[in-house]
């Protein structure tokens, strides 16, 4: 289904969700660059068809297909056709479990988890836009957290799970060590000698391990983690100019592209809510 006019996208916090970060878009050429969140990810297409790419496969999502990613799972996004239309949610882990607890009014003693993150449901897709539609509509408390709540439960019965721990290897752990080190030390300018060294591993083996285990480069990796921190600072207000310096980005111009590529929207755009 085409979709008219220019791109659009309306970002919010959302307070009665514990200023849980919600997304409106319409995108007809913006590309997302590879990437992950600190939150769980989840939304369905309105209209249009996405073609993203998770833990190596490649697939193309439309209108009634949901999207339920974990935290720390790095994905990106482009366009299909004539483009897109979607929604989006991105809760905690302990705002989730609290949901779960409410709803269920049992303890949640573990961690929540989507084995599958594109998968077609769309009377669940239906359901979550209008409890969606709700939220951006600034109805009242009530009705918002009851529409919201019943939909995430609904996904999570119908296509969640629990994290199971991989078993630990050589090379896991040596490039565990690497990721470990770009995390502590993001904000510096790390070559790949020296994080190589971190490893144990030739430069080409931790490039290749690295993607194998987390599905993105090392420098990919680093500037996600440097643009999930600029989130931080961002919603603590803040300037952009002084975020990109404190984040270990080159310049603001040089931040600004990297923060959209991964997020949809501008730095000031971003802060500004």
């Given at each position: ?80 056709g ?9 809760p ?24 599958k ?48 721990t ?6 896991r ?30 430069r ?34 803040k ?35």
């Open positions: 289904m085409p979709l008219a006019g220019a791109e659009r996208t309306r970002f919010w916090r959302d307070r009665r969700f514990r200023n849980m970060e919600c997304l409106s878009a319409s995108f007809l050429t913006h590309e997302y660059a590879p990437h992950a969140h600190d939150t769980f990810s989840i939304g369905a297409i309105e209209s249009g068809t996405q073609i993203a790419t998770m833990k190596g496969v490649r697939e193309e999502t439309g209108a009634g297909d949901l999207y339920l990613i974990d935290p720390g799972v790095v994905h990106d996004g482009v366009p299909g004539e483009g897109y239309r979607y929604r989006m949610i991105y905690d882990t302990k705002l989730f479990v609290d949901i779960l607890e409410d709803v269920t009014g049992k303890a949640f003693n573990a961690t929540p988890s989507f084995p993150e594109l998968l077609s449901d769309p009377e669940m897709a239906a359901a979550f836009h209008a409890a969606h539609r709700v939220l951006e509509s600034g109805a009242g408390a009530l009705e918002s957290e009851e529409g919201m709540f019943r939909v995430l439960v609904a996904i999570f019965q119908r296509y969640g799970s629990t994290i199971v991989p078993v630990d290897t050589k090379e752990s040596a490039v565990g060590r690497a990721r470990d080190y770009l995390t502590d030390n993001f904000d510096s300018d790390i070559g790949l000698d020296e994080l190589a060294a971190v490893a144990g591993l030739s080409a083996h931790l490039i290749r391990a690295f993607r194998r285990e987390y599905h993105i480069t090392p420098h990919a990796f680093l500037t996600d983690k440097r643009v999930r921190e600029a989130r931080k600072l961002l919603r603590d207000g300037a952009p100019a002084d975020v990109a310096i404190q984040c270990g980005f080159a310049d603001q111009a040089h931040f600004t592209r990297h923060f959209k590529a991964r997020t949809g929207v501008t730095p000031g755009q971003y802060r500004a809510r």
